[in-house]
């Protein structure tokens, strides 16, 4: 089970960080991801972390500006968003996936575990 959390009204340039909290399950094993969706768009890649951060991946759209972590004792993933636009506005969803992650780290069907996600507004 996943629970996301962190998310809320944020004003353009704002620094929040999102967490998403792991139970039930072998945590340090998974490669996680962060989706987003926003109103009227598709659910796409924000970014994604090997299960033994070696290997990380961001979007474009989002490259220099967030960060993904994780601390396998706590079970838990971070995102640290900073600069933030009001176009970041949307759900943000974490995921856990054992699928190869150089081939499959944006693939959102290869994620069998998904949390309920938090919802980020970004006010201009």
């Known amino acids: 089970q996943l629970q996301a959390s962190g998310g809320g009204l944020v004003h353009t340039g704002g620094s929040p960080r999102l967490s998403c909290a792991a139970s039930g399950g072998n945590f340090r094993s998974y490669n996680m991801g962060w989706f987003r969706q926003a109103p009227g768009k598709e659910r796409e890649i924000v970014g994604a972390i090997a299960w033994n951060s070696f290997s990380t991946y961001y979007a474009d759209s989002v490259k220099g500006r967030f960060t993904i972590s994780r601390d396998n004792a706590k079970n838990t993933v971070y995102l640290q968003m900073n600069s933030l636009k009001p176009e970041d506005t949307a759900a943000y969803y974490c995921?856990?996936?054992?699928?190869?992650?150089?081939?499959?780290?944006?693939?959102?069907?290869?994620?069998?575990?998904w949390g309920q996600g938090t919802q980020v507004t970004v006010s201009s």
């Open positions: 995921a856990a996936s054992s699928y190869t992650f150089s081939v499959y780290y944006s693939d959102s069907n290869r994620y069998h575990y």
